[in-house]
C-alpha cells in the first residue's frame, strides 16, 4: 500500500480482555516498530523488527504484551488481560533499513480500556 | 534512562518569526537524527533529517543545525507560519546494528498570529 496502515483506528475493550492491534507496513520495508504514546506523554518505544525477528524488545511494558511479524510484512501487537493503564495510542512505523533512512508512522490505533 | 531530550516542553512564537527547537542526546552511537511533527489524532510525519557526517541540513523554511561535539541538534523553522503549531519530536538512530529509534519527549509549539 501506499502509506502505514493500521487497524481497527479505535478500539474499547473492557478490562482483562484480550486484544491484538495489526499494522501493515509500506511494501518492501524490511523493519518494523511499535510505539504507544499515552495521554500527554512522549513516544515510547515498545519493540523493534528486523525482517520477522525482533532485535529490540526492551520497551514491552510487561509479559502480558507480545507482538509477532510474519513474512517480513504484517506484524500484530498482543495485549493480554487489559487494564486501564494500557490505554494509549500505539503506533506502528516501517522502514527500509539501511544508512540514513527515515520511518513513516500509521495512523495509530486508540486502545480505551474501561 | 533518557537518551534523546527535549527541554523545552512548549514554545510559543509570533507568526514571521524564526522557531528553533532544541534537542540534547547522550548516545555517541547515534548517527542519523530526524525530526517529526505531530498533530492530533495523527500519526507523527516525516520533516527533515541530518546525518552526523553533517553539520546542517535545509529543506524550504526548515533547517536542522547539528553539533556532534557538544551532542546537539536544533530545527530552526523561517518564517514561522500558524500550520506550524503542532508537537515537534526528534529522534535519533544508529545506521547500523540496533536500528531502535529513540525519541525525545517533544516540543508543543504554538505559532501566534
Known amino acids: 500500500g501506499a502509506g502505514v496502515s493500521q487497524s481497527p483506528s479505535n478500539k474499547v475493550t473492557e478490562k482483562g480482555k484480550d486484544v491484538e492491534l495489526r499494522c501493515d507496513p509500506i511494501?518492501?520495508?524490511?523493519?518494523l516498530y511499535w510505539y504507544r504514546q499515552s495521554l500527554g506523554q512522549g513516544l515510547e518505544f515498545l519493540i523493534y523488527?528486523?525482517?520477522?525477528?525482533?532485535?529490540?524488545k526492551s520497551g514491552l511494558p510487561s509479559d502480558r504484551f507480545s507482538a509477532e511479524r510474519t513474512g517480513g510484512s504484517v506484524s500484530t501487537l498482543t495485549i493480554q488481560r487489559t487494564q486501564q493503564e494500557d490505554s494509549a495510542v500505539y503506533l506502528c512505523?516501517?522502514?527500509?533499513?539501511?544508512?540514513?533512512?527515515?520511518?513513516?508512522f500509521g495512523q495509530g490505533t486508540r486502545l480505551t480500556v474501561v | 534512562d533518557q537518551q534523546v531530550k527535549q527541554n523545552s516542553p512548549s514554545l510559543s512564537v509570533q507568526e514571521g518569526r524564526i522557531s528553533i527547537l532544541n534537542c540534547d542526546y547522550t548516545n555517541s552511537m547515534f548517527d542519523y537524527f530526524l525530526w517529526y511533527k505531530k498533530y492530533p489524532a495523527e500519526g507523527p510525519t516525516f520533516l527533515i533529517s541530518i546525518s552526523s557526517i553533517k553539520d546542517k541540513n535545509e529543506d524550504g523554511r526548515f533547517t536542522v543545525f547539528l553539533n556532534k561535539s557538544a551532542k546537539h541538534l536544533s530545527l530552526h523553522i523561517v518564517p514561522s507560519q500558524p500550520g506550524d503549531s503542532a508537537v515537534y519530536f526528534c529522534a535519533a538512530k544508529a545506521n547500523f546494528g540496533n536500528e531502535k529509534l529513540t525519541f525525545g519527549t517533544g516540543t508543543r509549539l504554538t505559532i501566534i498570529p
Open positions: 512505523a516501517s522502514f527500509r533499513s539501511g544508512l540514513n533512512t527515515e520511518a513513516f
Open positions: 511494501s518492501g520495508h524490511t523493519a
Open positions: 523488527f528486523q525482517g520477522n525477528s525482533a532485535p529490540d
